[in-house]
T-cell receptor
Framework: SAVISQKPSRDICQRGTSLTIQCQVDSQVTMMFWYRQQPGQSLTLIATANQGSEATYESGFVIDKFPISRPNLTFSTLTVSNMSPEDSSIYLC?????????FGPGTRLTVL | DAKTTQPPSMDCAEGRAANLPCNHSTISGNEYVYWYRQIHSQGPQYIIHGLKNNETNEMASLIITEDRKSSTLILPHATLRDTAVYYCIVRVAQSNYGQNFVFGPGTRLSVLP
């Protein structure tokens, strides 16, 4: 299994600012993903973080709002840009193993 | 959209077996059944997965019907710490490392003392 850590674990931000969330995996994995979980809801995939190329975004999510980097096989970042209160959610990183996927503890974001 | 349906909530007495059902009537031949759970304020935790045979590990057992259109996750001796939302997901495995999972609303299991 893969152990995934995220930083920060939580943050409170002002409207209009940006926050970058870091995800670190303890082993090399081929694919990494970012999810959002809005209050009281299930998880929604934001994008697939591709190493060495642009992320692949799901419908409803765009690169300008959620730029993603993945410089190597164990690390990725998600930036939530120009935040509004509607962006208040838990953001989760996950990483693919050979036949399953493991999740980080999440970053709880509150936008005022 | 999620390809599974689960009851929104269930209760189980502490120490008893918790049996969580999942329907996946449109499952394809190469799709696995995965179970995850999410304890409040934590990231989803992998429990078990299987293709067509029943599977057991230290956490749970997975029973898949012969036609593969439904399955049951069994927690043999539920404890209060098993209170969580349980997600049943179908997905192709091993054809492409780490394909993403589509999460439905899951079943909220409450283990009662």
């Amino acid at each position: 299994s893969a152990v995934i850590s995220q930083k920060p674990s939580r943050d409170i931000c002002q409207r209009g600012t940006s926050l970058t969330i870091q995800c670190q995996v303890d082993s090399q994995v081929t694919m990494m993903f970012w999810y959002r979980q809005q209050p009281g809801q299930s998880l929604t995939l934001i994008a697939t973080a591709n190493q060495g190329s642009e992320a692949t975004y799901e419908s409803g999510f765009v690169i300008d709002k959620f730029p993603i980097s993945r410089p190597n096989l164990t690390f990725s970042t998600l930036t939530v840009s120009n935040m509004s209160p509607e962006d208040s959610s838990i953001y989760l990183c996950s990483a693919g193993s050979t036949d399953t996927q493991y999740f980080g503890p999440g970053t709880r974001l509150t936008v005022l | 959209d999620a390809k599974t349906t689960q009851p929104p909530s269930m209760d189980c007495a502490e120490g008893r077996a918790a049996n969580l059902p999942c329907n996946h009537s449109t499952i394809s031949g190469n799709e696995y059944v995965y179970w995850y759970r999410q304890i409040h304020s934590q990231g989803p935790q992998y429990i078990i997965h299987g293709l067509k045979n029943n599977e057991t590990n230290e956490m749970a057992s997975l029973i898949i019907t012969e036609d593969r259109k439904s399955s049951t996750l069994i927690l043999p001796h539920a404890t209060l710490r098993d209170t969580a939302v349980y997600y049943c997901i179908v997905r192709v495995a091993q054809s492409n490392y780490g394909q993403n999972f589509v999460f439905g609303p899951g079943t909220r299991l409450s283990v009662l003392p």
